[in-house]
């Protein structure tokens, strides 16, 4: 298999084999590879925990377990409180970690 690749990539990849993090120019290709699928693994996980969320969301709609939000003021409030929510556990989350 033969890949072109643009210059300032030719000259990333020399770089990389020329500061002895790889020894040849296949490994640097490698290791490029295996990040992108690392990376399309977390964005299907991602996805998945998403695609979840939102049938739980669905799901309580249709139980009649939904807010009604009838004028902006309403819908602002309620965007705040659930942002103030979300930043909170993720506080909590990076103390935890």
């Not at 120019?25 to 295996?34: I, K």
């Amino acid at each position: 298999m033969n890949v072109s690749l643009t210059p300032q990539l030719e000259e990333l990849v020399r770089r990389k084999v020329e500061s002895g993090q790889y020894n040849s120019a296949s490994e640097v290709v490698r290791e490029g590879l295996r990040l992108i699928e690392e990376r399309d693994r977390v964005l299907t996980a991602k996805l998945d925990a998403l695609r979840s969320d939102i049938q739980v969301a669905v799901d309580q709609v249709k139980r009649g377990e939904g807010y009604r939000l009838n004028t902006d003021d309403e819908l602002d409030a309620f965007s705040e409180q659930t942002w103030n929510e979300f930043l909170s556990q993720r506080k909590a989350q990076k103390k935890a970690s």
